[in-house]
């Protein structure tokens, strides 16, 4: 498994972000961030997010992934395109619902010539905790499936949030 890395550019009003590896909640910082920039870009046109080369998306990345897509929501023309030629991943993205938030698609219309590595942004534990929360609850409101899948989770990482605070 290789580890996650996340690229991006940013090309005539078109933002690309690859992940690539194995992308987990230690990159959801830095896709978190990802998300608040692309609310208040300027001229942005299009989103597509590339999956080819990426080995694992755990949850908490997908949850970032879907509030990319919240972050753009109303401000663009076509919703945000994923671009996924694994079956295992399209699978995923479908039973998580994603097909309501992205157009899915194997190939992508363009490539982008070059994309530049976003630098790792580290969380200590409490913001990652806070991230994966948050992750999960976006993954909960997509559909019925996903509240269902993710609501113990949530409800453990509350307890523990609230015992946290207790101690």
Do not use: Y
């Not at 990802?34 to 590339?50: F, H, I, N, S, Y």
């Not at 908490?60 to 030629?85: C, H, N, S, Y």
Request: hydrophobic share 45%; charged share 25%; aromatic share 4%.
């Amino acid at each position: 498994m290789h580890e996650g890395r996340l690229k991006a550019a940013f090309d005539s009003g078109v933002f690309v972000l690859k992940l690539c590896g194995d992308v987990r909640l230690t990159l959801c910082a830095t896709l978190d961030q990802q998300a608040a920039r692309l609310a208040e870009t300027p001229g942005l046109k299009a989103v597509m997010v590339d999956l080819r080369e990426a080995t694992n998306v755990d949850s908490t990345a997908l949850g970032f992934l879907a509030k990319v897509a919240m972050a753009v929501k109303g401000r663009l023309e076509q919703p945000p395109t994923i671009v996924a030629d694994n079956p295992d991943v399209q699978r995923m993205l479908d039973v998580m619902g994603f097909s309501r938030f992205f157009t899915l698609v194997e190939t992508p219309l363009t490539e982008p010539s070059e994309l530049d590595e976003l630098p790792q942004i580290d969380a200590d534990e409490s913001a990652l905790q806070q991230r994966i929360l948050e992750a999960h609850r976006i993954l909960m409101r997509m559909n019925e499936h996903n509240r269902e899948e993710f609501q113990p989770l949530v409800d453990l990482l509350e307890a523990q949030k609230t015992h946290d605070h207790v101690d």
